[in-house]
């Protein structure tokens, strides 16, 4: 026999255990399970660095499987977005993961476009998988999905957008709205143009409130022709632009609720004519990577996904300490796509 077939015919080491890191290290397995369960604050202490060393040493790898058994839980969260072709939303779903991860969970993502129907069938999908809970930036101010998760006791939490009543994580947006239409004013602009998005959406909705505040606050006249609702991606950016920027007497300075709407407004203008920066001013909101790099540089709004990420998942996980609302601060990002108006 070869020394191949010999090495064939050894029996396979069995996977380290958390008796094996328990009788090395001489502790009980449960405060071996209390040290490596990623769900619980990381101790510092030295013999919980003893105990992870010795486990890996050992090559002990945590059966997730048993130990949501023993829990009666599958540790996966599900994530559901309108889209992953958004930026916004696949990035978000990014720092969902990333967060559950640091907490031993692992995240599953569903899309249900714009669609009630396709939202409400990608949640049932996802609850047919036996997730722990659901993250949702999918909720529309009309929608009574969420009522529905309540009334069932469904462990959900909002994300970018809110309904007001379930638990939601969420960016300061009518301050963010406020912050880019008062650097707008500042800058001396008195004609200002707003694309709002979808008046379903709480976060455009309450950017077009900070709009109206920092308008009404100047004592500017908020112009009816110069304002609009639209989609949130670039194609409605370009044809809502167009229509205001072909006006024989157009806004100096717009601002538009996301950053796709505010690259459709670049290719509007570029259409007319018009060098952004100079004849028009333009701010966009989320402050995507693309937005930087652009020939013009975008002014944008900044709210940090990853805080309104990590929010969401510690009120999944830890609903007694639920206060109903996180709320992260945006900040403006200014760039070479807003200055002075020309005189």
């Given at each position: 026999m070869d020394q191949?077939?010999?090495?064939?015919?050894?029996?396979?080491?069995?996977?380290?255990?958390?008796?094996?890191?328990?009788?090395?290290?001489?502790?009980?397995?449960?405060?071996?399970?209390?040290?490596?369960?990623e769900r619980l604050p990381t101790s510092r202490s030295a013999s919980a660095d003893k105990i992870r060393q010795v486990a890996r040493e050992l090559g002990y790898r945590r059966d997730y499987v048993a130990s949501s058994l023993r829990r009666g839980d599958t540790g996966t969260l599900g994530v559901l977005v309108p889209r992953l072709t958004d930026a916004v939303t696949a990035m978000l779903f990014e720092e969902i993961a990333r967060a559950a991860a640091r907490r031993g969970y692992f995240a599953i993502v569903a899309t249900c476009g714009d669609s009630k129907e396709q939202e409400k069938n990608a949640v049932e999908s996802l609850l047919d998988r036996?997730?722990?809970?659901?993250?949702m930036s999918t909720c529309r101010l009309d929608d009574p999905l969420p009522q529905t998760l309540r009334e069932r006791d469904v462990p959900h939490v909002l994300a970018l957008r809110t309904d007001g009543f379930s638990p939601s994580s969420v960016g300061d947006d009518e301050l963010g709205g406020y912050l880019a239409t008062r650097h707008l004013i500042d800058l001396g602009h008195r004609d200002i143009g707003l694309i709002g998005g979808p008046d379903f959406a709480s976060n455009a909705r309450n950017r077009r409130k900070g709009f109206e505040r920092a308008m009404q606050e100047a004592g500017l006249r908020i112009e009816a022709e110069w304002c609009c609702h639209s989609d949130f991606n670039i194609a409605s950016g370009e044809q809502q632009g167009i229509k205001m920027l072909s006006q024989p007497h157009r806004p100096s300075a717009l601002f538009a609720v996301n950053d796709e709407l505010a690259i459709g407004v670049?290719?509007?203008?570029?259409?007319?004519?018009?060098?952004i920066g100079e004849d028009l001013s333009l701010v966009g909101y989320n402050d995507i990577p693309l937005v930087s790099r652009l020939p013009v540089a975008l002014t944008s709004v900044r709210t940090p996904l990853e805080h309104i990420a990590s929010n969401a998942v510690d009120m999944l996980l830890n609903p007694e300490i639920n206060n109903n609302m996180r709320i992260t601060t945006p900040s403006l990002i200014p760039r070479k796509s807003t200055s002075s108006p020309r005189k």
């Amino acid at each position: 026999m070869d020394q191949e077939s010999e090495q064939n015919d050894l029996p396979e080491k069995k996977p380290a255990t958390m008796r094996d890191v328990a009788r090395a290290v001489g502790v009980s397995v449960s405060t071996v399970s209390r040290v490596l369960d990623e769900r619980l604050p990381t101790s510092r202490s030295a013999s919980a660095d003893k105990i992870r060393q010795v486990a890996r040493e050992l090559g002990y790898r945590r059966d997730y499987v048993a130990s949501s058994l023993r829990r009666g839980d599958t540790g996966t969260l599900g994530v559901l977005v309108p889209r992953l072709t958004d930026a916004v939303t696949a990035m978000l779903f990014e720092e969902i993961a990333r967060a559950a991860a640091r907490r031993g969970y692992f995240a599953i993502v569903a899309t249900c476009g714009d669609s009630k129907e396709q939202e409400k069938n990608a949640v049932e999908s996802l609850l047919d998988r036996r997730v722990d809970g659901l993250i949702m930036s999918t909720c529309r101010l009309d929608d009574p999905l969420p009522q529905t998760l309540r009334e069932r006791d469904v462990p959900h939490v909002l994300a970018l957008r809110t309904d007001g009543f379930s638990p939601s994580s969420v960016g300061d947006d009518e301050l963010g709205g406020y912050l880019a239409t008062r650097h707008l004013i500042d800058l001396g602009h008195r004609d200002i143009g707003l694309i709002g998005g979808p008046d379903f959406a709480s976060n455009a909705r309450n950017r077009r409130k900070g709009f109206e505040r920092a308008m009404q606050e100047a004592g500017l006249r908020i112009e009816a022709e110069w304002c609009c609702h639209s989609d949130f991606n670039i194609a409605s950016g370009e044809q809502q632009g167009i229509k205001m920027l072909s006006q024989p007497h157009r806004p100096s300075a717009l601002f538009a609720v996301n950053d796709e709407l505010a690259i459709g407004v670049l290719a509007a203008a570029h259409q007319q004519g018009l060098v952004i920066g100079e004849d028009l001013s333009l701010v966009g909101y989320n402050d995507i990577p693309l937005v930087s790099r652009l020939p013009v540089a975008l002014t944008s709004v900044r709210t940090p996904l990853e805080h309104i990420a990590s929010n969401a998942v510690d009120m999944l996980l830890n609903p007694e300490i639920n206060n109903n609302m996180r709320i992260t601060t945006p900040s403006l990002i200014p760039r070479k796509s807003t200055s002075s108006p020309r005189k």
